[in-house]
């Protein structure tokens, strides 16, 4: 099993980098591989294209996925959501029903704004949104700040486990022969006649 962990920060080992390696280090202690994968600045100087291409082609032999983001104006990175339009529509069908997190980093607050956009893009595509025992977030200004939440931490710790017990859970279903749910053909109501 793998799982994808995506980088939306432009500063590739700050502080967001530093929340998804706590939970990429409880990944790889439940015996699941991880990727870390710095989207940043790489969204918007002229390789968006080949990036959603390069990580939608991953994500296929993926089986979770962790998208991280700083709170830039109370907020998700700009980068991360250009990113996110776009690689969600490229890799549609090879998210539906891996389990995802969304992990937030932030100086001070915004952080309840940011989970809230990057969950959307895990619920519109029928990816099982793994928790932890609070809030996806971290605080801290630097990397060093961040290790000292001593709450953050265990955030994160948490939901590196959880997402490796849902993971093992699921592949356990299908190897029992529980099916995954047909895809509905997606009615689109509108308002307008």
């Not at 591989?33 to 600045?41: A, C, K, M, R």
């Not at 928790?131 to 931490?153: A, C, F, I, R």
Request: charge should be neutral; proline fraction near 4%.
């Amino acid at each position: 099993m793998k799982v994808l962990l995506l980088n939306g920060s432009r500063r590739e080992k700050g502080c967001t980098y530093t929340a998804l390696s706590l939970v990429a280090r409880q990944l790889e202690a439940a015996g699941i591989d991880t990727e870390i994968i710095y989207i940043g600045l790489n969204a918007v100087n002229g390789q968006l294209d080949a990036l959603v291409q390069d990580v939608a082609a991953r994500m296929k032999n993926a089986d979770g996925l962790v998208i991280g983001s700083p709170v830039y104006y109370a907020s998700p990175t700009g980068e991360i959501q250009v990113f996110m339009d776009r690689f969600a529509g490229a890799a549609g069908a090879d998210l539906r029903h891996k389990p995802a997190a969304a992990v937030a980093s932030a100086r001070r607050a915004g952080t309840s704004a940011t989970l809230d956009v990057l969950n959307k893009y895990l619920m519109y595509n029928e990816m099982p949104v793994v928790s932890s025992n609070y809030w996806n977030m971290v605080h801290g200004n630097t990397p060093e700040e961040v290790l000292q939440d001593k709450e953050g931490v265990q955030i994160m710790e948490t939901l590196g486990k959880n997402m490796a017990w849902l993971l093992k859970s699921i592949e356990a279903g299908k190897k029992a022969g529980v099916e995954e749910p047909v895809k509905p053909v997606k009615v689109m109501t509108s308002f307008i006649r």
